[in-house]
């Protein structure tokens, strides 16, 4: 079945340090990919998004990386802050039933920025 | 959080008692949808909903149940039947009609059992 997955279910950097999260998913068919940030007691919060036909795309101090060969997503966060400390998520378009509305979201990286 | 309010923040439920947790927008959003998040856990889909009077169930939806009567609110109710309630619940919305699916998210309620 579907599935999004995550590496590492905790990270741990030093302020000012590039952090790398990882996720993987399963399905072939999927062609959108979303990363959330959850500060803790709060909803979910965009960050970033890419398209299948991209392999890159950058925003502001974020990279999503998307390698469709091996089924990899990664997020890059620049010059971490504490302000970045939260659990990130990686979501997936889901096809199910020819909608194109739901998501599969994986189980989140704990990122933890000490100062 | 987006145009999207959640209430209430924190609500206990009693044995055998149905709850309902509100939620409104005000992103003139056409689809809207009801999350479950257990502790350590990714988001799990309860029930969404594309358009007003229509809702599909998601892959955990024994014991709630929803309504969508106008577009801008998407109730849920927790039952009785729902034996293990105790979560954070998150509702989103999106466009529809676009190729792309970003959701946004409520700031969720936080739901325990007495």
């Known amino acids: 079945g579907e599935s999004v997955g995550l590496h590492l279910p905790t990270l741990s950097v030093q302020e000012g340090d590039n952090s790398i999260i990882n996720c993987a998913y399963s399905?072939?068919?999927?062609?959108?990919f979303i990363w959330y940030k959850q500060e803790s007691g709060k909803g979910p919060q965009f960050i970033i998004d890419?398209?299948?036909?991209?392999d890159k795309r950058q925003g502001q101090r974020v990279t999503v990386l998307l390698n469709k060969t091996v089924k990899h997503l990664s997020l890059q966060i620049a010059a971490t802050q504490p302000g970045d400390s939260a659990v990130y998520f990686c979501?997936?378009?889901?096809?199910?039933?020819?909608?194109?509305?739901?998501?599969?979201f994986g189980k989140g990286t704990l990122l933890t920025v000490n100062p | 959080d987006g145009g999207i309010t959640q209430s209430p923040k924190y609500l206990f439920r009693k044995e055998g008692q149905n709850v309902t947790l509100s939620c409104e927008q005000n992103?003139?959003?056409?689809?809207m949808y009801w999350y479950r998040q257990d502790p350590g856990q990714g988001l799990r889909l309860i029930y969404y909903?594309?358009?007003?009077?229509?809702?599909q169930k998601g892959d955990i939806a024994e014991g709630y149940s929803v309504s969508r009567e106008k577009k801008e609110s998407f109730p849920l109710t927790v039952t009785s039947a729902q034996k293990n309630p105790t979560a954070f619940y998150l509702c989103?919305?999106?466009?529809?009609?676009?190729?792309?699916?970003?959701?946004?998210f409520g700031a969720g309620t936080r739901l325990s059992v007495l």
């Open positions: 909903s594309q358009i007003v009077n229509d809702f």
């Open positions: 979501a997936e378009n889901g096809l199910s039933g020819g909608s194109n509305y739901k998501l599969t």
């Open positions: 992103l003139n959003h056409d689809a």
């Open positions: 989103a919305s999106s466009n529809r009609g676009i190729d792309k699916n970003i959701q946004y």
């Open positions: 399905n072939s068919a999927s062609d959108y």
């Open positions: 890419i398209r299948s036909n991209m």
